[in-house]
């Protein structure tokens, strides 16, 4: 069965965006972006919530003429040709070959389908809401040196659930990976 890897940037405080909604903290150095590229290769398919994925489709379409850094000219043409799933309830239409899926029941679905693992990026609530069906599988968490003082929290409540300490490294003398599996 596929797996679900979330991959979330925070702040050293624990949050995935400012108090006034700002992601302008989070940098991407050359390692960090080769083990985000590496997750999309395990990944077929790319999976957001509404806000997060606005932020993308609103970017990495052109992301290449906007920021032309190695990750821009690497991803952009990945995100292009990846198909996509955006879990909302008010998200009208999407393009860039995204479906809408209305409930965080349906991604059970998706999962039993055959393919590669489906890797989920930022979306606070749509982890929450995975997490507590246990479809959440690793948790790739980047922790970067700043700290935000407040703004939206890296994890919403839920359930408790124990997890098992996968992996820990550093990327570009700056920031550190704390990945967790399911047990």
């Not at 398919?45 to 906007?66: I, K, Q």
């Not at 309830?89 to 999962?111: F, G, N």
């Amino acid at each position: 069965m596929r797996k679900i890897m979330y991959y979330v940037h925070q702040s050293l405080d624990g949050f995935i965006e400012g108090p006034n909604g700002e992601f302008d903290w989070a940098q991407l150095g050359p390692e960090l972006g080769d083990y985000s590229m590496g997750l999309t290769e395990r990944a077929d398919l790319f999976l957001y919530g509404r806000t997060v994925w606005n932020m993308m489709s609103s970017y990495w379409p052109n992301a290449e003429s906007m920021n032309p850094d190695e990750h821009a000219i690497q991803f952009a043409p990945v995100w292009r040709s990846t198909p996509k799933v955006v879990l909302s309830t008010t998200l009208e239409s999407a393009d860039w070959d995204t479906r809408i899926v209305r409930s965080a029941e349906e991604i059970r679905a998706i999962k039993e389908e055959p393919g590669k693992d489906i890797l989920l990026t930022g979306s606070a609530s749509v982890a929450a809401a995975l997490t507590e069906l246990g479809l959440v599988d690793e948790y790739h968490v980047i922790v970067h040196p700043v700290i935000l003082g407040g703004g939206k929290p890296v994890y919403q409540p839920t359930e408790r659930r124990n997890l098992r300490l996968a992996e820990t490294r550093s990327f570009d003398n700056r920031t550190v990976l704390l990945r967790h599996d399911l047990v």
